[in-house]
T-cell receptor, first 118, second 112 residues
Framework: EAQVTQNPRYLITVTGKKLTVTCSQN?????MSWYRQDPGLGLRQIYY???????DKGDVPEGYKVSRKEKRNFPLILESPSPNQTSLYFC?????????????????FGEGSRLTVL | GESVGLHLPTLSVQEGDNSIINCAYS??????FIWYKQESGKGPQFIID?????DKRQGQRVTVLLNKTVKHLSLQIAATQPGDSAVYFC???????????FGAGTQVVVTP
């Protein structure tokens, strides 16, 4: 089954304790990205990756790191989590997003990871 | 920065009626627009998209309209069903970049 898998789905942690949220897709997609969802603010893009070893900042990258060492995985790293990073996080992937190609808008989302930082 | 916004946070629709969800965008460089549906406890799902060289696109029970003059996007759902109850997001993208911008979302509630 084609899917985007995030882990963990739920996590409660404390300020300053490094954590990683993993994301894996089995669709051979080139593009992957991370979003956070907060009430009234919709989805805000944290980081995205157009392909292996290529990552770029989204609108809210502060406090986050990512890596794309292989095509299927795109982990989100919080080096020193703070309470304002309490949120619902979504990973998404797409076949490609470059101009002139098909399927440039169909993002496939994971089920979400709810993170609470105390 | 540029932003994508929605006119109504909540839309209550009677089952069988048509729904119209509106979205305003402000980035004139955006040339690709997408609608997503998010059911409770799930990730957003793609519904339909439209490029800036089009003003209308139809899918199964859904139609997206794009008015570039007033920078307005709408999603029409025909014969709304209980399964259409969800939060709907519009999103925009400049096709030369990988950045997506989403609106705040509209909660659609379908009443019997």
């Amino acid at each position: 089954e084609a899917q985007v898998t995030q882990n963990p789905r739920y996590l409660i942690t404390v300020t300053g304790k490094k954590l990683t949220v993993t994301c894996s897709q089995n669709m051979n997609h080139e593009y992957m990205s991370w979003y956070r969802q907060d009430p009234g603010l919709g989805l805000r893009q944290i980081y995205y990756s157009m392909n292996v070893e290529v990552t770029d900042k989204g609108d809210v990258p502060e406090g986050y790191k990512v890596s794309r060492k292989e095509k299927r995985n795109f982990p989100l790293i919080l080096e020193s989590p703070s309470p304002n990073q309490t949120s619902l996080y979504f990973c998404a992937s797409s076949l490609r997003t470059q101009a002139g190609t098909t399927n440039t808008g169909e993002l496939f989302f994971g089920e979400g990871s709810r993170l609470t930082v105390l | 920065g540029e932003s994508v916004g929605l006119h109504l946070p909540t839309l209550s629709v009677q089952e069988g009626d048509n729904s119209i969800i509106n979205c305003a965008y402000s980035n004139s460089a955006s040339d690709y627009f997408i609608w997503y549906k998010q059911e409770s406890g799930k990730g957003p799902q793609f519904i339909i998209d439209i490029r800036s060289n089009m003003d209308k696109r139809q899918g199964q029970r859904v139609t997206v309209l794009l008015n570039k003059t007033v920078k307005h996007l709408s999603l029409q759902i025909a014969a709304t069903q209980p399964g259409d109850s969800a939060v709907y997001f519009c999103a925009e993208k400049d096709d030369s970049w990988g950045k997506f911008q989403f609106g705040a979302g509209t909660q659609v509630v379908v009443t019997p």
